[in-house]
């Protein structure tokens, strides 16, 4: 999957974080062969040399940074060392880590205090940190990688459940505010996907219930219509879309890509 210098996203930055696997990763491959530069971080280590490897080999322009959303100075840093190495901007792909799994009530402050940051605050503090560049050049692109627990509550993930929704509050405030400036601003709730996360789950999962980890994987899959677990490539095309010339009058949106999952209208 090489970059393409005719793509429609040819000298586009843009910042993927959680980018060295999963989602995040996928989503980073599905903007470099759009032509984008890629920007990806996570707390680094061989995952994250790894990951900027496979970008190298594909003919994608990219750098890897190591970031720790939960602190704002790694966020500050993170920041001036894509725009020194790469230039402004463009798009935010914003990614963060699970929070435990667990009931509701058994959440502790300690449980809430770690989810917080991870999970909402780092949102608005990246948002607030390419914004006012976006804002100026009157172009940009925001997409939160979210979850289906924003809008169908899944049984033991309490701190997702709150927490998410929460997230899309945000965003939908958000992009009223910068719509006329040419900044959209969007987010994509997957459903059960194929990823290190969900085979955390399903671990924990079993642990809890003493089910195997193939039976409550079995039980995931029921539940989606559409008899199976989605590929990470399949989150990212909607992660690219939003991010393409195509989606210029789309914003304030939450589209989720589920199989079916969420039973709502």
């Keep these: 999957m090489e970059g393409s210098l005719a793509g429609p ?12 696997s999963g989602l995040g990763f996928a989503a980073a491959q ?41 602190l704002p100075e790694s966020l500050d840093n993170l920041i001036s060392e894509v725009e020194s190495r790469l230039g402004k901007i463009d798009i935010l792909v914003a990614n963060g880590g699970g929070p435990t799994s667990k ?22 503090r990246l948002c607030n ?12 692109r925001i997409v939160a990688i979210n979850s289906v627990s924003a ?35 969007n987010a994509v709730l997957p459903g059960y996907t194929l990823t290190e996360r969900q085979d955390e789950l399903s671990r924990a999962a079993s642990a809890r219930t003493g089910k195997t980890v193939e039976e409550v994987v079995a ?14 490539k399949e989150i990212a095309a909607a992660i690219a879309f939003f991010c393409s010339p195509a989606a210029s009058y789309v914003t304030g949106q939450a589209l989720a890509v589920d199989g079916g999952y969420v039973r709502g209208l």
């Design 151 to 185: 809008r169908q509550p899944i049984p033991n993930l309490a701190l997702s459940n709150a927490l998410r929704p929460a997230v899309l509050g945000y965003l939908k405030t958000l992009s009223q505010e910068v719509a006329a400036d040419g900044v959209t601003v």
């Design 30 to 70: 599905a903007l470099g062969a759009e032509g984008a530069k890629i920007a990806i971080a996570s707390r680094g280590g061989d995952k994250l040399e790894r990951a900027l490897e496979a970008f190298a080999a594909a003919g994608i322009d990219s750098i890897a940074v190591p970031v720790d959303v939960r």
């Design 129 to 140: 940190r390419v914004l006012p560049g976006m804002r100026e050049r009157k172009w940009g």
């Design 9 to 20: 996203l040819f000298g586009k930055v843009a910042l993927i974080t959680g980018g060295s």
């Design 103 to 124: 009931p509701a009530v058994d959440l502790t402050d300690e449980d809430w205090e770690q989810a917080i940051p991870l999970v909402l605050l780092f949102v608005p």
């Design 219 to 232: 039980g995931w899959v029921a539940n989606t219509p559409a008899g199976r677990m989605a590929e990470p």
